[in-house]
């Protein structure tokens, strides 16, 4: 059995090597391209970024890419497992200079002194050359967002980002293009098996659903950027792996007059679009949840399965009743998303069951939507409090609310004595802070290394004044309440 892939233009056909080895681990000690570096292992610095690229080679060809019908996406080659690579295109910082010119990110950052100690700057290079590629119209915001994934640790960013801007935004399309390879990669295998391991890659439902049936205690990975780390940190060997990625059901994207349908392996930066288009509120907790890298590579279904009590998306989509469609091989079945989270990462899933898609239901008139992260840092950091709230106001009062809350309970969860206690009430603030003294009832959280239970419920309590100001568009200072 073989993976075939092209690396920098050339053909990759790899055997008895183990799936749970990763993509960084490959480049760097199987192809002994040690330009890409290892920093953190589990997807923080962008040390290991590299860029994947997909879509026609010729220039000519189709696709919503660049100038030439590619697209050019940065990934954390830590999270990836070598089978994901299978029939991919794949391009390190050492595939960028063509002959004895360099790409113009490479030109900009050495004439401008951005590469510093030089550790980073690999990754810094290859995230660039991915945001030169794209056809993004190239301004501050877009730049910072580019660069989020990657940190250096000089601290010198100011000419990272003057290059960025020069190399992205002043040069012509130029740089690296890998040439048709003579042998193209051949249709990306189903099963790799090396080491006692099976890496399994069906392409639709049915195969899916067997492949778990036969397999029941299978790891299900689609973009790894959680379970990854048990092979990039914890170097676990995995008995068998059931990947996502290639299931053609599962990543297909709905926009429907009612509703967005993603599949569960549509990545957050496919998905971006469409949510941040109805719902910008749940667009820019999005953004937050990671960097390029982490939203080119996660998946909305990812999160959904994982379970977690401080899962980003999972407050949201339970506040605007969002449902699944499950499959197996016993046939398709739906639910709420609320009632998808049984206990601490213990869902509803049976024998044989995955996820399939999550429809959201749009907006509908009359109605607001706002979601507010609390963590330690803003950008790519571990939620304590996910507060997400949905509310329809009419004639100065509540019509209808639909709150839910992660990092307060065992699951995410919806704020139902907070529900009752603001339906009916005036649209005041004082209104909406008596309302949440009712989170008292809802939830009694824990105490752990990222917050107090008090703190907890204090924040959960204020999100509502900050809700309010948000709607009402009021700009004042918000009294601060400490914790003695």
């Not at 995995?238 to 349908?261: K, Q, S």
């Not at 909305?300 to 989509?317: Q, R």
Request: aromatic share 6%.
């Amino acid at each position: 059995m073989t993976l075939e892939f092209h690396l920098n233009g050339r053909r990759q056909v790899v055997r008895d090597v183990p799936p749970n080895v990763t993509a960084l681990d490959y480049i760097r000690e199987h192809a002994r391209l040690t330009g890409t570096k290892e920093g953190c292992a589990e997807g923080d610095c962008g040390a290991c970024t590299v860029v994947l690229a997909t879509g026609p080679t010729d220039p000519a060809g189709p696709g919503d890419g660049p100038e030439d019908g590619r697209t050019f996406r940065a990934v954390n080659a830590c999270l990836l497992t070598l089978p994901h690579l299978n029939g991919a295109d794949v391009l390190t910082v050492e595939g960028l200079a063509d002959g004895d010119g360099l790409d113009p990110v490479q030109a900009a950052m050495a004439d401008g002194d951005g590469t510093q100690c030089g550790y980073c700057t690999p990754g810094f290079v290859m995230a660039l050359y991915a945001l030169r590629r794209g056809g993004e119209e190239i301004d501050p915001e877009t730049v910072h967002d580019a660069l989020a994934g990657n940190l250096c640790r000089c601290t010198g960013y100011r000419p990272i980002v003057d290059a960025a801007v020069k190399a992205c935004g002043e040069a012509g399309p130029g740089g690296y293009e890998a040439p048709p390879p003579a042998h193209a990669p051949a249709e990306a295998a189903e099963r790799y098996e090396a080491g006692g391991q099976a890496f399994l890659s069906p392409t639709n439902l049915a195969e899916m659903a067997e492949a778990l049936a036969e397999n029941p205690d299978a790891l299900i990975l689609a973009g790894g950027t959680d379970l990854g780390l048990l092979a990039s940190k914890e170097r676990r060997e995995l008995p068998v792996v059931i990947h996502t990625g290639r299931v053609a059901e599962l990543l297909e994207i709905r926009d429907e007059p009612d509703c967005l349908e993603f599949g569960a392996a549509v990545t957050y930066t496919d998905a971006l679009p469409l949510i941040e288009r109805d719902y910008p509120s749940f667009g820019t907790l999005i953004r937050r949840i990671g960097s390029r890298q982490i939203r080119n590579m996660g998946t909305i279904g990812g999160n959904i399965g994982n379970a977690s009590p401080i899962g980003d998306t999972l407050p949201c989509l339970i506040a605007l009743d969002a449902t699944l469609s499950l499959h197996s091989r016993d046939g398709p079945r739906e639910m709420p998303v609320e009632d998808f989270f049984l206990d601490y990462r213990k869902t509803d899933l049976g024998p044989g069951e995955f996820i399939r898609s999550v429809r959201i239901p749009k907006p509908r008139d009359g109605e607001a939507f706002r979601t507010y992260k609390i963590s330690k840092r803003y950008d790519q950091d571990i939620a304590s409090v996910i507060g997400a709230y949905r509310v329809a106001v009419a004639d100065g009062s509540v019509r209808e609310a639909r709150i839910a809350y992660g990092g307060m309970a065992a699951t995410p969860k919806r704020a139902r004595a907070c529900e009752a206690a603001l339906t009916g009430s005036a649209w005041r603030e004082d209104a909406l802070m008596e309302a949440a003294r009712a989170i008292d009832e809802d939830f009694e959280p824990l105490s752990d290394h990222r917050a107090s239970a008090a703190y907890r419920s204090m924040v959960a309590r204020n999100l509502f004044a900050r809700l309010w100001r948000d709607l009402s568009a009021v700009d004042e200072p918000i009294e601060v309440v400490t914790i003695r």
